[in-house]
């Protein structure tokens, strides 16, 4: 039986997305503004802060906003509301790791836009609120 490490077929799949430019996503591969540019592009329209910050602090008929667990405004750690775990600022100027990451951008939208909205946030939710996250300063 052939192991995950032992056959060069992860390879040539890795090869062939660099040969043909398909991105691969890994930790620090962008940040706050190409995540907001992204976004805007799939959406077709243009990013409204106040919406995002609205959206942020609204509760949408369920239990939760997202500020329920990441503050308001989100530039201080918070913690979640239901397991009390410490949750580092939403905020980019407040953290610069955030959005960094594609692939976990990704996953916590899905993740916390469910649990807030029973459903996954749409492009232009997204690039609202990030609109509205990149103009919070010190």
């Given at each position: ?37 992204r976004w ?30 990441h503050g ?67």
């Amino acid at each position: 039986m052939r192991t995950f490490h032992s056959s060069p077929w992860w390879l040539a799949v890795l090869l062939a997305a660099y040969i043909s430019g398909v991105p691969l996503a890994h930790a620090g591969d962008t940040n706050a503004q190409a995540q907001l540019q992204r976004w805007t592009a799939e959406t077709g329209g243009t990013p409204n802060a106040e919406r995002g910050r609205v959206f942020f602090t609204s509760r949408h008929g369920g239990e939760w906003s997202c500020a329920s667990c990441h503050g308001n405004p989100p530039s201080t750690p918070a913690r979640h509301a239901s397991t009390g775990k410490t949750i580092a600022p939403l905020a980019p100027a407040f953290n610069p790791e955030r959005f960094t990451d594609t692939a976990k951008a990704d996953k916590w939208f899905r993740r916390n836009c469910k649990d807030v909205l029973s459903r996954e946030c749409s492009a232009a939710e997204k690039a609202d609120m990030l609109a509205w996250l990149v103009q919070l300063k010190p």
